[in-house]
């Protein structure tokens, strides 16, 4: 079984880069795979397995 995490980026002006990646980087330690980053609205939704 699968379970899902969506969060809302804030874009900003300075390192907005730099902090998507560490944000990124952070979930994915967690175990969780981002499937899919929206530009439109700045949702980014991760998965992972729920019984690991």
Known sequence: MKEYKV???KMGFS???E???D???EYG???WEARHIS???T???FERE???
């Open 39 to 41: 530009e439109s609205s």
């Open 43 to 45: 949702r980014i939704v």
């Open 50 to 52: 729920k019984n690991r």
């Open 7 to 9: 969060i809302n980026w």
């Open 15 to 17: 390192n907005n880069n």
């Open 23 to 25: 944000v990124l980087n």
């Open 19 to 21: 902090k998507l990646e």
């Open 29 to 31: 330690r967690a175990g």
